[in-house]
């Protein structure tokens, strides 16, 4: 297991340092900062709270040295996080900027939850006995950006298919101080912080790839993209947000997907961060 713990504990106020690095370096799994209320620590065995309460300054500090200190990046942000070095994502709460129902930003920020981002090796080796295009499914915070990486990492090495993958969050395979976090398979291609519709029309006409990774299908623009790689010759390997088979059909968004047939095969996490495997009739 690997995490780029360092990246994590410079991004906490510098007084809860030192209890945090005690307490998780092996098994945190969230940090979780309100203000005015004591931080929660969430490991995969407990969660513990400190005696210090959050201040409004500790949570500008966090949120500051996220984004580098960019205002822009820390006031504007449109879609409620940003992704830390070394791919910790950093959720915000508080007063939105909003016009026309569309979100601009987090104008005074309240809270915070950070997700540990680890990798975990060899997790999907069983997962490469199913052929054709794959798309794994669970709940928020299961692990599906955890198997997805694994996955394009088995692909890579061991079947040896080049596997051109659209990071757009920088989180699958991450940087800190310029250096890759993650090892992502010697055949692996990323192109980080590009769209997904945007980075799979990149990576069709330039990379000649076997199968195009992504993570998080969450707008049409994403699964019109993904149709139009898919009946293209390449394979896809994605994640999306559904409990199990019924619930991606219930979503009007994703049902084209699967009715179309360009998945093979389904990934369904447990909370338990075990998976089932099912394969979708055509």
Known sequence: MKCAWESLINILP???RSDVDKFGRDYLQEIRLRINQYPEFVGCKETIKFSRMISAEDLSFCINVTSRYSPWAATTISKGYITAPGGHRVGICGECTVSKDTMHGIRIPTSVCIRVARDFQNIASKALRYDGSVLIIGAPGVGKTTLLRDYIRQLSDVRGEFVSVVDEREE???TANGQACFYPGKHTD???GCSKPKGIEILLRNMTP??????????????????HAGWCGVKLLATAHAGCKQDLLNRPIYKPLIDSGVFDTLLIMNFDKTWTGE???K
């Not at 199968?211 to 993904?226: F, G, H, N, Q």
Request: charged fraction near 25%; aromatic fraction near 6%.
């Open 172 to 174: 699958i395979f991450p």
């Open 279 to 281: 394969r979708l009739c």
């Open 210 to 227: 076997h199968t195009i990774a992504v993570d998080e299908i969450t707008a049409e623009e994403d699964c019109e993209a993904l149709l």
């Open 190 to 192: 990323v192109l980080s």
């Open 14 to 16: 510098v007084w809860m």
